[in-house]
T-cell receptor
Framework: AQSVAQPEDQVNVAEGNPLTVKCTYS??????LFWYVQYPNRGLQFLLK??????LVKGSYGFEAEFNKSQTSFHLKKPSALVSDSALYFC????????????FGAGTRLTVKP | ETGVTQTPRHLVMGMTNKKSLKCEQH?????MYWYKQSAKKPLELMFV???????ENNSVPSRFSPECPNSSHLFLHLHTLQPEDSALYLC??????????????FGPGTRLTVL
């Protein structure tokens, strides 16, 4: 089965600094990768996805992610963090072995401090 | 908002109660999903409906019973739950389940507490 791993439970960043939320994947074929964000008391919101093409994918709210095939990574980045970016972030991958279901990581809690 | 609504937002129930969670999507999608979200764990896919037919049941106990009367509505009927079933239950929808590049759209969830 395909899977993703988010190695950090928690990431703390000062406002205005760049942020990175890490994700690595394991797939048997071409990876279709997604990032979602969950604000308090909300469901998951789609941020961006990599299907094919440019390795740098741009998404909502100024976020971007870099697909790195050699390192099997899809890290989420933002050049300048905002306090309002504080939320739970999930990486996900399509699971070719299981009906193309979406497989989610355990999530990384991002806290941006003023 | 994502176009997916869920009611109730919070539910407290005893182990002998029967209750139902409701989900409605206003996006014209033809696939709907139930997920269970527990703290510090990956989302667990419970059920998948495509074109109103249940296409997946990921070893979910029978005390959870889904229903999809049409492509816009999804229910999760709860009966004789256990305290370990306490979690956030998320509904999601997507267009064409088999189209692998489609993202899913999530509702705000129902926070369930089983006493």
């Amino acid at each position: 089965a395909q899977s993703v791993a988010q190695p950090e439970d928690q990431v703390n960043v000062a406002e205005g600094n760049p942020l990175t939320v890490k994700c690595t994947y394991s797939v048997s074929g071409n990876p279709y990768l997604f990032w979602y964000v969950q604000y308090p008391n909300r469901g998951l919101q789609f941020l961006l996805k990599y299907i094919t093409g440019d390795n740098l994918v741009k998404g909502s709210y100024g976020f971007e992610a870099e697909f790195n095939k050699s390192q099997t990574s899809f890290h989420l980045k933002k050049p300048s963090a905002l306090v309002s970016d504080s939320a739970l972030y999930f990486c996900a991958v399509r699971d070719w072995d299981n009906n193309n279901d979406m497989r989610f990581g355990a999530g990384t809690r991002l806290t941006v401090k003023p | 908002e994502t176009g997916v609504t869920q009611t109730p937002r919070h539910l407290v129930m005893g182990m002998t109660n029967k209750k139902s969670l409701k989900c409605e999507q206003h996006l014209g999608h033809n696939a709907m999903y139930w997920y269970k979200q527990s703290a510090k764990k990956p989302l667990e896919l419970m059920f998948v409906y495509s074109l109103e037919e249940r296409v997946e049941n990921n070893s979910v106990p029978s005390r959870f019973s889904p229903e999809c009367p049409n492509s816009s509505h999804l229910f999760l009927h709860l009966h004789t739950l256990q305290p370990e079933d306490s979690a956030l239950y998320l509904c999601a929808s997507s267009q064409d389940r088999r189209t692998t590049y489609n993202e899913q759209f999530f509702g705000p969830g129902t926070r369930l507490t089983v006493l």
